[in-house]
């Protein structure tokens, strides 16, 4: 193929979660030749991802992106740039929440100065809710969230508020400097995203090995909080499209699936349903996680993008748990 014709994709976190299903639906355009950079913290050299680095225009590249020389492997001139890459999770971000701020603020920086010196021509920023987790405790949020309220961070002590905060700083950052060098770009607040290779520290297949274990009753954290959960192949399209339409530049998105909101009592209920196992459900709170309510107002997304979550939670959750079935099998048969 004529290089004229090609389309230079560098996706940062691409041996994560979503950053590998982003880089699959990519993979599938032979025009696309993908650059994936991870440091594998968290992402994992998987069956999944030896098969995608197999395809002749995909390209993994182990890199830290809080260092300078990364920059030399990853080159330049990247048509499109989707930064995925962060430190996540709750018990990083409360053990750990230094490391998560290093990281996710420091590395973004120098990837944006990169980015606006020749990396990239477009950058896709993935944010998270959580940048909005903090605002209901000095401002009425409206539910569903808009993407325009404004943004707070509670007490700085509060190790939580390391990770909104680095979100927060990054879009910050990413918005001020493209701005100055008339680099266009885009940000996304993904909200509350799973679906098959998501780990085992999620909600999803946390209640799903505690039930395989047989848990009775089964303890559900946060029963009465309430999430709009949003399939990955859907959050992979509003990337995507966030990414390539005109109008997104200098925009935030949310993405995620408001038609979707349940209890996670609700959750487990239906994920149990699925799973044909009858337990016991015995709600108990959570240490840290004190936001009651989240979910995504998609308006600016279906008008400006025609984003239109397709997946219902009941058929994710079908296809999460058949992609978690032997793997969880195998991984509690290593444990006995």
Not at 198 to 222: A, C, D, F, T, W
Not at 250 to 269: D, S
Not at 299 to 318: F, M, N, V
């Amino acid at each position: 193929m004529s290089k004229i014709n090609e389309c230079k994709i560098l996706i940062t976190g691409g041996a994560g979660f979503i950053g590998y299903h982003l880089a699959f639906r990519l993979s599938q355009e032979p025009k696309n030749q993908l650059v994936l950079a991870d440091n594998f913290t968290r992402g994992e050299l998987d069956q999944e991802l030896e098969r995608l680095i197999e395809r002749d225009n995909v390209q993994l590249i182990s890199v830290d992106l809080t260092d300078g020389a990364a920059y030399e492997k990853l080159g330049s001139n990247y048509d499109e740039v989707y930064h995925l890459a962060a430190v996540i999770g709750v018990q990083n971000v409360m053990e750990r929440p230094h490391q998560v701020l290093r990281v996710n603020a420091i590395g973004t920086w120098m990837l944006l100065e990169w980015f606006v010196l020749g990396g990239g021509k477009k950058l896709l920023f993935s944010s998270t809710s959580e940048a909005y987790a903090w605002t209901q405790q000095f401002h009425t949020l409206p539910i569903p969230t808009p993407e325009d309220v404004p943004l707070a961070l509670t007490d700085l002590r509060n190790p939580r508020s390391s990770y909104a905060g680095s979100k927060v700083f990054s879009e910050l950052a990413i918005t001020q400097c493209c701005s100055v060098y008339k680099k266009p770009f885009a940000i996304v607040r993904y909200h509350n995203v799973y679906g098959p290779r998501m780990g085992y520290q999620h909600v999803i297949p946390q209640l799903y090995e505690r039930s395989l274990k047989g848990q009775n009753p089964l303890i559900v954290y946060s029963a009465d909080h309430q999430r709009a959960f949003c399939y990955v192949e859907d959050a992979v399209t509003a990337t995507i499209l966030a990414m390539r339409h005109q109008s997104t530049d200098g925009q935030t998105f949310n993405i995620g699936n408001e038609q979707e909101e349940v209890t996670i009592q609700e959750l487990a209920q239906r994920i149990l349903a699925q799973a044909s196992i009858q337990v016991d459900l015995q709600p108990q709170v959570a240490a840290h996680d004190p936001i009651k309510r989240r979910c995504p107002d998609l308006s600016r997304a279906r008008d400006l993008l025609g984003y239109q979550p397709q997946i219902s939670l009941d058929r994710g959750l079908e296809l999460t748990l058949a992609w978690y079935g032997d793997r969880l099998a195998a991984r509690l048969g290593n444990k006995e």
